[in-house]
């Protein structure tokens, strides 16, 4: 499975944007998806996931009410809508695939990960 994210970009604090990240290979719709992010001189950490149905989503706090993980199967693609952006926000952003279908906070559950894209919210 390749994934390929797309969609960062320069936004103003309050703005939004999307994220997408398609996933080319078989199996698509039993993985579990995520979204990590980094910042500059920080590690990687936890954004949101989406269980392989779509049925089961979970958010870092730093993100709830914020943004918003969504999958279309029928397109091997998941979105992160993210709004009312800050920017703390701003870090590169992953998509990851776990193999197993569940939803994980945790990286070393997933198996697969994208190459990233770079989301700068300016103040």
């Known amino acids: 499975v390749q994934l390929q994210a797309s969609g960062g970009g320069l936004v103003q604090a309050g703005g939004s944007l999307r994220l997408s990240c398609v996933a080319s290979?078989?199996?698509?719709?039993?993985?579990?998806m995520g979204w990590f992010r980094q910042a500059p001189g920080k590690e990687r950490e936890f954004v949101a996931t989406?269980?392989?149905?779509?049925?089961?989503?979970y958010y870092a706090d730093s993100v709830k009410g914020r943004f918003s993980i969504t999958r279309d199967n029928a397109k091997n693609t998941v979105y992160l809508q993210m709004s009312s952006l800050r920017p703390e926000d701003t870090a590169v952003y992953y998509c990851?695939?776990?193999?197993?279908?569940?939803?994980?906070?945790?990286?070393?559950?997933?198996?697969?990960w994208g190459q990233g894209t770079q989301v700068t919210v300016s103040s």
């Open positions: 990851a695939a776990d193999s197993k279908g569940r939803w994980s906070r945790r990286e070393n559950e997933y198996d697969y």
């Open positions: 290979g078989r199996g698509f719709n039993t993985y579990g």
């Open positions: 989406i269980r392989w149905s779509g049925g089961g989503t």
